[in-house]
Protein backbone atom coordinates (compact mmCIF):
# COMPACT_ATOMS: atom_id res chain seq x y z
CA UNK A 1 0.00 0.00 0.00
CA UNK A 2 1.84 3.33 -0.87
CA UNK A 3 1.11 5.28 2.40
CA UNK A 4 -0.39 4.75 5.59
CA UNK A 5 -2.59 6.62 7.75
CA UNK A 6 -0.30 6.60 9.96
CA UNK A 7 2.16 8.25 7.50
CA UNK A 8 -0.18 11.09 6.72
CA UNK A 9 -0.67 12.00 10.61
CA UNK A 10 3.02 11.97 11.38
CA UNK A 11 3.52 14.55 8.04
CA UNK A 12 0.62 16.64 9.32
CA UNK A 13 1.93 17.20 13.12
CA UNK A 14 5.79 17.78 11.12
CA UNK A 15 3.72 20.47 8.99
CA UNK A 16 2.50 21.84 12.54
CA UNK A 17 5.94 22.35 13.58
CA UNK A 18 6.98 24.27 11.30
CA UNK A 19 8.71 22.01 8.63
CA UNK A 20 8.53 22.73 5.10
CA UNK A 21 6.80 20.28 3.51
CA UNK A 22 3.90 20.41 1.45
CA UNK A 23 2.54 17.62 -0.55
CA UNK A 24 2.13 18.43 -4.28
CA UNK A 25 -0.99 16.56 -5.13
CA UNK A 26 -2.72 19.14 -6.75
CA UNK A 27 -2.98 18.40 -10.88
CA UNK A 28 -2.04 21.42 -13.46
CA UNK A 29 -3.82 21.65 -16.34
CA UNK A 30 -2.57 20.33 -19.60
CA UNK A 31 -3.81 18.75 -22.88
CA UNK A 32 -2.76 19.49 -26.49
CA UNK A 33 -3.64 22.61 -28.24
CA UNK A 34 -7.06 21.38 -28.98
CA UNK A 35 -8.27 20.42 -25.52
CA UNK A 36 -6.34 16.33 -25.24
CA UNK A 37 -2.71 15.11 -25.33
CA UNK A 38 -3.22 11.37 -25.52
CA UNK A 39 -0.32 9.62 -25.99
CA UNK A 40 -0.50 5.85 -27.57
CA UNK A 41 3.45 6.02 -28.10
CA UNK A 42 4.46 6.21 -24.37
CA UNK A 43 3.74 2.14 -23.88
CA UNK A 44 8.03 1.77 -22.78
CA UNK A 45 8.44 -0.70 -26.00
CA UNK A 46 6.91 -0.80 -29.58
CA UNK A 47 4.78 -4.01 -28.23
CA UNK A 48 1.07 -2.66 -27.31
CA UNK A 49 1.27 -3.36 -23.52
CA UNK A 50 -0.71 -3.17 -20.30
CA UNK A 51 -0.66 -4.75 -16.52
CA UNK A 52 -3.32 -7.20 -15.94
CA UNK A 53 -5.22 -6.96 -13.01
CA UNK A 54 -3.46 -9.47 -11.05
CA UNK A 55 -0.81 -6.86 -11.49
CA UNK A 56 -1.55 -4.40 -10.08
CA UNK A 57 -3.30 -2.70 -6.29
CA UNK A 58 -6.12 -5.81 -5.63
CA UNK A 59 -8.20 -3.12 -4.46
CA UNK A 60 -7.19 -0.07 -6.95
CA UNK A 61 -8.32 -2.50 -9.59
CA UNK A 62 -10.96 -3.35 -8.75
CA UNK A 63 -13.99 -1.23 -10.29
CA UNK A 64 -16.52 -0.02 -7.58
CA UNK A 65 -14.27 -0.63 -5.48
CA UNK A 66 -12.16 2.49 -5.93
CA UNK A 67 -13.06 4.11 -2.39
CA UNK A 68 -11.21 1.62 -0.46
CA UNK A 69 -7.85 2.13 -2.02
CA UNK A 70 -7.71 5.81 -0.02
CA UNK A 71 -4.26 5.56 1.57
CA UNK A 72 -2.36 6.57 -1.98
CA UNK A 73 -2.73 10.55 -2.94
CA UNK A 74 -5.70 10.25 -5.87
CA UNK A 75 -6.35 6.60 -5.66
CA UNK A 76 -9.82 6.96 -4.17
CA UNK A 77 -12.68 8.19 -5.81
CA UNK A 78 -13.49 9.75 -2.42
CA UNK A 79 -12.50 12.69 -0.18
CA UNK A 80 -14.05 14.97 1.93
CA UNK A 81 -17.43 14.81 1.21
CA UNK A 82 -16.84 15.02 -3.00
CA UNK A 83 -17.18 12.01 -4.55
CA UNK A 84 -16.24 10.79 -8.48
CA UNK A 85 -18.88 8.26 -9.99
CA UNK A 86 -19.03 6.81 -13.36
CA UNK A 87 -21.12 4.24 -15.33
CA UNK A 88 -17.99 2.96 -17.21
CA UNK A 89 -16.45 0.43 -15.57
CA UNK A 90 -14.97 -1.04 -19.28
CA UNK A 91 -13.52 0.62 -21.95
CA UNK A 92 -13.60 -1.16 -25.62
CA UNK A 93 -10.17 -1.95 -26.58
CA UNK A 94 -8.36 -0.72 -30.11
CA UNK A 95 -10.71 2.17 -30.57
CA UNK A 96 -11.60 5.67 -29.23
CA UNK A 97 -13.99 6.01 -26.54
CA UNK A 98 -15.73 7.70 -23.91
CA UNK A 99 -15.30 8.07 -20.30
CA UNK A 100 -17.96 9.60 -18.49
CA UNK A 101 -18.19 10.59 -14.75
CA UNK A 102 -20.00 13.17 -12.25
CA UNK A 103 -18.66 14.81 -9.46
CA UNK A 104 -20.96 14.91 -6.50
CA UNK A 105 -20.91 17.11 -3.49
CA UNK A 106 -21.39 16.32 0.38
CA UNK A 107 -25.09 16.81 0.01
CA UNK A 108 -25.41 14.27 -3.29
CA UNK A 109 -25.73 16.65 -5.61
CA UNK A 110 -23.64 16.98 -8.85
CA UNK A 111 -21.23 19.93 -8.75
CA UNK A 112 -21.31 22.03 -11.97
CA UNK A 113 -19.47 25.34 -10.49
CA UNK A 114 -15.68 24.84 -10.26
CA UNK A 115 -12.84 27.19 -10.24
CA UNK A 116 -10.28 27.56 -13.43
CA UNK A 117 -6.73 25.77 -12.68
CA UNK A 118 -4.52 26.87 -15.35
CA UNK A 119 -7.37 28.06 -17.60
CA UNK A 120 -9.70 24.81 -16.94
CA UNK A 121 -11.83 23.66 -14.31
CA UNK A 122 -11.47 20.03 -15.02
CA UNK A 123 -7.92 17.98 -16.37
CA UNK A 124 -8.14 14.64 -16.50
CA UNK A 125 -5.57 11.65 -16.70
CA UNK A 126 -5.59 7.90 -17.83
CA UNK A 127 -2.81 5.87 -16.93
CA UNK A 128 -2.41 1.70 -17.32
CA UNK A 129 -1.04 -0.15 -14.24
CA UNK A 130 2.05 -0.49 -15.71
CA UNK A 131 2.12 3.42 -16.26
CA UNK A 132 1.69 2.90 -20.29
CA UNK A 133 -0.65 4.50 -22.52
CA UNK A 134 -0.65 8.36 -20.96
CA UNK A 135 -3.46 9.91 -21.90
CA UNK A 136 -4.55 14.05 -20.73
CA UNK A 137 -7.25 15.54 -21.62
CA UNK A 138 -9.55 18.05 -21.05
CA UNK A 139 -13.11 16.83 -20.89
CA UNK A 140 -16.24 19.00 -21.65
CA UNK A 141 -19.33 18.78 -18.66
CA UNK A 142 -23.02 19.15 -19.46
CA UNK A 143 -25.29 21.23 -17.88
CA UNK A 144 -26.27 18.65 -15.39
CA UNK A 145 -23.01 18.19 -14.06
CA UNK A 146 -21.69 14.74 -16.59
CA UNK A 147 -18.81 15.36 -17.68
CA UNK A 148 -17.36 13.64 -20.64
CA UNK A 149 -13.96 12.84 -21.28
CA UNK A 150 -12.97 11.62 -25.11
CA UNK A 151 -9.52 9.29 -25.05
CA UNK A 152 -7.54 7.87 -27.74
CA UNK A 153 -7.51 4.25 -28.09
CA UNK A 154 -7.11 2.00 -25.19
CA UNK A 155 -5.11 -1.43 -25.05
CA UNK A 156 -6.37 -4.06 -22.90
CA UNK A 157 -5.41 -3.84 -19.03
CA UNK A 158 -6.91 -1.97 -16.29
CA UNK A 159 -6.81 1.60 -16.01
CA UNK A 160 -6.66 4.19 -13.88
CA UNK A 161 -9.01 7.48 -14.56
CA UNK A 162 -7.74 10.60 -12.44
CA UNK A 163 -9.64 13.91 -12.04
CA UNK A 164 -8.70 17.28 -10.81
CA UNK A 165 -10.46 19.94 -10.29
CA UNK A 166 -11.28 23.01 -7.42
CA UNK A 167 -14.94 23.48 -6.31
CA UNK A 168 -15.95 26.89 -6.22
CA UNK A 169 -18.82 26.07 -3.89
CA UNK A 170 -19.66 24.09 -1.10
CA UNK A 171 -17.56 22.74 1.97
CA UNK A 172 -14.30 22.06 -0.63
CA UNK A 173 -14.42 25.68 -2.27
CA UNK A 174 -10.92 26.83 -2.99
CA UNK A 175 -9.46 23.29 -2.42
CA UNK A 176 -7.62 21.02 -4.77
CA UNK A 177 -8.76 17.98 -5.31
CA UNK A 178 -7.64 14.19 -7.07
CA UNK A 179 -10.12 11.51 -7.34
CA UNK A 180 -9.79 8.67 -9.50
CA UNK A 181 -11.66 5.46 -10.27
CA UNK A 182 -10.31 2.33 -12.49
CA UNK A 183 -11.64 0.78 -15.70
CA UNK A 184 -11.29 -3.14 -17.77
CA UNK A 185 -10.35 -3.01 -21.42
CA UNK A 186 -11.17 -6.24 -22.01
CA UNK A 187 -8.50 -8.14 -24.42
CA UNK A 188 -5.20 -9.86 -24.20
CA UNK A 189 -3.08 -7.66 -21.55
CA UNK A 190 0.55 -7.99 -20.88
CA UNK A 191 3.16 -6.32 -18.58
CA UNK A 192 5.69 -3.73 -19.71
CA UNK A 193 8.60 -3.39 -17.28
CA UNK A 194 9.10 0.17 -16.58
CA UNK A 195 12.38 1.00 -18.03
CA UNK A 196 15.10 1.76 -15.84
CA UNK A 197 15.54 5.22 -14.13
CA UNK A 198 17.14 8.12 -16.12
CA UNK A 199 18.17 11.48 -16.18
CA UNK A 200 17.60 12.02 -19.56
CA UNK A 201 14.92 11.47 -22.48
CA UNK A 202 14.33 11.90 -25.99
CA UNK A 203 11.02 12.91 -28.16
CA UNK A 204 10.20 14.46 -31.59
CA UNK A 205 14.17 14.85 -32.08
CA UNK A 206 14.30 17.19 -28.26
CA UNK A 207 16.53 15.69 -25.37
CA UNK A 208 14.80 16.31 -21.65
CA UNK A 209 17.64 16.64 -19.02
CA UNK A 210 16.57 16.25 -15.49
CA UNK A 211 18.75 17.66 -12.95
CA UNK A 212 18.06 16.92 -9.10
CA UNK A 213 17.91 14.26 -6.47
CA UNK A 214 14.56 14.94 -4.71
CA UNK A 215 13.98 12.91 -1.66
CA UNK A 216 10.60 10.95 -0.38
CA UNK A 217 8.78 13.62 1.51
CA UNK A 218 10.70 16.39 1.05
CA UNK A 219 10.24 19.54 -0.75
CA UNK A 220 13.43 19.77 -3.53
CA UNK A 221 13.33 21.92 -6.38
CA UNK A 222 13.99 20.07 -9.44
CA UNK A 223 15.45 21.42 -13.21
CA UNK A 224 14.43 20.30 -15.94
CA UNK A 225 16.36 21.01 -19.23
CA UNK A 226 15.72 21.36 -23.33
CA UNK A 227 17.83 20.80 -25.89
CA UNK A 228 17.88 20.23 -29.54
CA UNK A 229 20.60 18.47 -31.73
CA UNK A 230 22.99 19.59 -28.74
CA UNK A 231 21.71 23.09 -28.49
CA UNK A 232 19.86 24.97 -25.74
CA UNK A 233 16.22 25.51 -26.78
CA UNK A 234 14.95 28.83 -26.13
CA UNK A 235 11.90 28.81 -28.11
CA UNK A 236 9.31 27.16 -25.88
CA UNK A 237 5.59 28.47 -25.87
CA UNK A 238 3.51 29.03 -23.32
CA UNK A 239 1.25 26.31 -22.47
CA UNK A 240 -1.55 26.56 -20.15
CA UNK A 241 0.14 29.82 -18.47
CA UNK A 242 3.17 27.78 -18.56
CA UNK A 243 6.21 26.58 -19.96
CA UNK A 244 6.04 23.16 -19.32
CA UNK A 245 4.02 21.03 -17.35
CA UNK A 246 5.12 18.05 -15.00
CA UNK A 247 2.92 14.92 -13.43
CA UNK A 248 4.60 11.33 -12.18
CA UNK A 249 2.79 8.03 -11.27
CA UNK A 250 4.24 5.48 -8.71
CA UNK A 251 5.56 2.37 -10.04
CA UNK A 252 3.01 -0.33 -8.39
CA UNK A 253 -0.06 1.59 -7.26
CA UNK A 254 0.07 4.86 -9.78
CA UNK A 255 -0.35 7.27 -6.83
CA UNK A 256 -0.12 10.86 -8.75
CA UNK A 257 1.57 13.82 -7.90
CA UNK A 258 2.09 17.34 -9.84
CA UNK A 259 5.48 18.65 -10.18
CA UNK A 260 4.91 22.69 -9.76
CA UNK A 261 6.14 24.59 -12.70
CA UNK A 262 8.03 27.76 -10.98
CA UNK A 263 9.70 29.84 -13.76
CA UNK A 264 7.89 32.76 -14.82
CA UNK A 265 6.33 32.95 -18.51
CA UNK A 266 7.74 35.88 -20.38
CA UNK A 267 6.75 35.13 -23.69
CA UNK A 268 7.56 33.01 -26.78
CA UNK A 269 11.08 32.40 -25.42
CA UNK A 270 10.89 29.61 -22.71
CA UNK A 271 13.67 27.09 -21.84
CA UNK A 272 16.41 25.97 -21.79
CA UNK A 273 16.04 25.45 -18.39
CA UNK A 274 12.74 25.13 -16.39
CA UNK A 275 12.36 25.06 -12.68
CA UNK A 276 9.42 22.79 -10.55
CA UNK A 277 8.81 22.41 -7.00
CA UNK A 278 9.06 18.58 -6.85
CA UNK A 279 7.62 16.49 -3.83
CA UNK A 280 7.29 13.04 -4.24
CA UNK A 281 6.02 10.99 -1.05
CA UNK A 282 7.41 7.82 -1.12
CA UNK A 283 10.58 6.06 -1.66
CA UNK A 284 10.60 4.21 -5.38
CA UNK A 285 10.21 4.66 -9.14
CA UNK A 286 8.25 7.35 -10.61
CA UNK A 287 6.93 7.47 -14.27
CA UNK A 288 7.77 11.28 -15.08
CA UNK A 289 5.71 12.92 -18.07
CA UNK A 290 7.00 16.34 -19.34
CA UNK A 291 4.52 18.11 -21.46
CA UNK A 292 5.86 21.38 -23.92
CA UNK A 293 5.15 23.18 -26.43
CA UNK A 294 6.98 24.64 -29.86
CA UNK A 295 5.86 25.91 -33.02
CA UNK A 296 2.44 24.93 -32.35
CA UNK A 297 3.04 21.10 -31.56
CA UNK A 298 2.94 19.39 -28.23
CA UNK A 299 5.65 17.09 -27.35
CA UNK A 300 5.62 14.72 -24.54
CA UNK A 301 8.65 13.29 -22.98
CA UNK A 302 8.64 10.22 -20.55
CA UNK A 303 11.35 8.92 -17.60
CA UNK A 304 11.72 7.40 -15.04
CA UNK A 305 13.50 8.91 -11.68
CA UNK A 306 13.92 7.13 -8.58
CA UNK A 307 13.17 8.53 -4.98
CA UNK A 308 15.25 7.30 -2.42
Not at 108 to 122: A, H, I, K, S, W
Not at 168 to 181: A, E, F, I, T
Amino acid sequence: MFASHRFTVRRRALAAAGTAVALALALAACGSSDGSSAMPGMNHGSTHSSASPSASSPMGDMPGMDHMAAAGPGLSDSQDGYRLTSPETTLASGKPGAYRFTISGSDGNPVTVFTLEQTQRMHFYAIRSDLTGFQHIHPVMAPDGTWTADLAALTPGTWRMFTSFTPDSGSGKGKDLVLSRTVTVPGNAADTPLPAPATTAEVDGYTITVKGRPMAGMAHPLTVSVTKDGKPVADLQPYLDTYAHLTAFHEGDQAFAHLHPTTEVTGDNGGPDLAFHAELPTAGNWRLFLQFQTGGKLHTAALTLNIG
